[in-house]
């Protein structure tokens, strides 16, 4: 695969893909409110990491919308599964506020988290990223949790997947990468509505990188 690489999500902004954050900042604080929405982002990451009841290992966060105005931080956290918050629903999501007020230290504005379910959490590459990270980490082989995650993939009415695999993979000494595609992923066509991420995850020989492409449709 030689050539140009760029991000199919930064490659599409304002075609098929908008931003997972939507403010306005003057220059000299535009790096402050960045640094504002990856603090969030860790915030609840972390979170639901530390309390196994919510996780069970497996995180199922399939983005992180942010929206802020001059008086109010809006959060909007879309998960894949329901016993994710579900479980003492309020109590969970006051923590959850609390913990994250808390590392923000914002007078000012008001923090208000909401989450919303996906339908088809398996059409997310998120949280099909974690799944794999979940099954190279209890050691099944790389070729068998891929074509695990393909099917998956099929039964959420996706139109082709890619999954790259880089790294000291099944345990040899070169690190090499291996990757499998099933269906079509147009990455130079701008109206391809193409979903794209990036995951570690950290093995007894190493870290692995797992990269993700979903073709979900075309406009």
Excluded at 160 to 184: F, N
Aim: net charge positive; proline share 3%.
């Amino acid at each position: 695969m030689m050539g140009q690489k760029i991000n199919p999500l930064g490659f599409r902004l304002g075609a098929t893909q908008s931003h997972l954050s939507l403010w306005f900042a003057q220059p000299k604080s535009y790096s402050m409110g960045l640094q504002e929405d990856e603090k969030i982002r860790e915030c609840i990451k972390n979170y639901v990491q530390k309390n196994p009841r919510l996780s069970s290992g497996f995180e199922g966060i399939a983005r992180i919308e942010i929206k802020k105005r001059i008086d109010l931080i809006q959060v909007i956290i879309y998960i894949g599964f329901p016993n994710l918050f579900i479980e003492g629903r309020t109590q969970g999501i006051k923590e959850l506020h609390m913990s994250v007020q808390k590392r923000l230290n914002s007078v000012n504005q008001r923090l208000n988290i909401a989450i919303a379910r996906i339908s088809k959490p398996y059409g997310q590459p998120n949280i099909l990223a974690e799944y794999i990270a979940l099954q190279l980490k209890n050691r099944v082989s790389f070729r068998k949790a891929m074509k695990k995650a393909i099917e998956l993939t099929e039964q959420a009415d996706t139109k082709g997947i890619q999954i790259q695999i880089a790294g000291r993979i099944d345990g040899k000494e070169i690190a090499r990468v291996e990757w499998i595609r099933e269906g079509r992923v147009p990455l130079q066509t701008i109206r391809a509505k193409i979903d794209h991420c990036f995951h570690n995850v950290q093995t007894i020989y190493g870290i692995l990188g797992i990269k993700i492409w979903i073709f979900v449709d075309e406009e």
